[in-house]
């Protein structure tokens, strides 16, 4: 059976690299497209790191 070549798309490269930081509680992100900002107020604890998407790309940490 032949193997399938994986081409990742840049939203999918984004993402890999916000997944490696990891979330925590109080911290903040907002969305380069649309402005919308969210603070964690309870990180869920399912997974060793989550990925906050907001139009279909990854938000980004808000600064301090």
């Known amino acids: 059976m032949a193997q399938k070549k994986v081409v990742k798309t840049a ?3 984004a ?4 997944s490696k930081k ?4 109080g911290e903040g992100y907002k969305c380069s ?8 107020d309870e990180v ?11 139009c279909e ?3 980004k940490k808000k600064r301090a």
């Open 15 to 18: 993402v890999q690299k916000v």
């Open 33 to 40: 497209i649309c402005g919308l900002a969210v603070t964690v």
């Open 11 to 13: 939203v999918e490269k």
């Open 57 to 59: 790309a990854p938000m």
């Open 22 to 25: 990891g979330v925590k509680k």
């Open 44 to 54: 869920c604890g399912c997974a060793d790191v989550c990925d906050i998407i907001c």
